[in-house]
């Protein structure tokens, strides 16, 4: 997808593409445990009175093992069907932030799930304003800092975040300069598509943004780059890309 008319931003791929796989390949695995346990408890079934005969201790000894064989199933099903409902939060929260990012006016160039070898990317958005790398959160609550520490409702994240946030935008400054390009250094973005984000700076150099402050934050961006250098750092993502899946 490529193109949105003369007045809007140039976007390549769509946005969610990845984590929308990831939560159909969940919803699969959790299908798949519910069969096996549903087949092993039909067997253990027609089998009662066999295992029976094998006396009193055997036929408990077995009992309390498919007891066990069945929960275990039953809870990989469900952390499957946690993750898919996971992937399923994240990916319309980066459609709906693609869908943002798809009315920039011209001039802006957009790289949605970009595939790099520190893991996909959610967005990259580049302009004369510079190369952002946005790694799109769906988590809700408040989002704090303390001290370098980013926190929801008090608590510390269950993942370093601008450590993941630092080690995309490096993957793009390393492939650019791969091609010549040493200049600007991405800018790493953490955007929060359902919180109160109560952080006002960056946190160890990462911008920290919800959804609804991206187009102020957008238009506040000093000029960094010509529009023929933003082309074709544009053109050098997209080149990365189609020869990633040659």
């Known amino acids: 997808m490529e193109g949105r008319g003369a007045k809007r931003a140039t976007v390549y791929h769509k946005a969610g593409v990845g984590v929308r796989k990831m939560e159909a390949t969940r919803w699969l695995a959790a299908l798949f445990f519910l069969i096996i346990m549903f087949v092993g408890i039909y067997f253990y079934s027609k089998s009662v009175k066999t295992i029976a005969t094998l006396g009193l201790p055997v036929a408990l000894v077995v009992f309390v ?23 399923r939060r994240g990916a319309v929260a980066e459609e709906d932030v693609g869908n943002l990012l798809g009315v920039l006016p011209a001039g802006y160039f957009v790289v949605h799930d970009f595939v790099s070898n520190r893991g996909n990317i959610d967005h990259i958005v580049i302009s004369t304003k ?28 269950e993942k370093d975040f601008i450590k993941q946030a630092w080690a995309e935008a490096f993957s793009i400054r390393d492939l650019l300069n791969s091609n010549g390009v040493s200049a600007p250094q991405p800018q790493p973005v953490l955007l929060f598509a359902n919180a109160d984000v109560q952080v006002r700076q960056q946190v160890r150099g990462v911008e920290i943004i919800s959804r609804r402050y991206l187009p102020l934050y957008l238009k506040r961006l000093q000029n960094r780059l010509s529009a023929r250098e933003a082309q074709k750092i544009f053109e050098i993502l997209k080149l990365s890309q189609s020869q990633m899946f040659v």
Do not use: N
């Open 65 to 87: 093992g498919i007891i066990y064989w069945v929960k275990a199933m039953g809870d990989k099903a469900d952390a499957y069907a946690d993750g898919a409902l996971q992937a």
């Open 130 to 157: 510079g190369i952002l790398t946005i790694e799109t959160k769906s988590h809700r609550g408040v989002v704090s800092c303390e001290g370098e520490m980013l926190k929801r409702d008090g608590q510390p994240f």
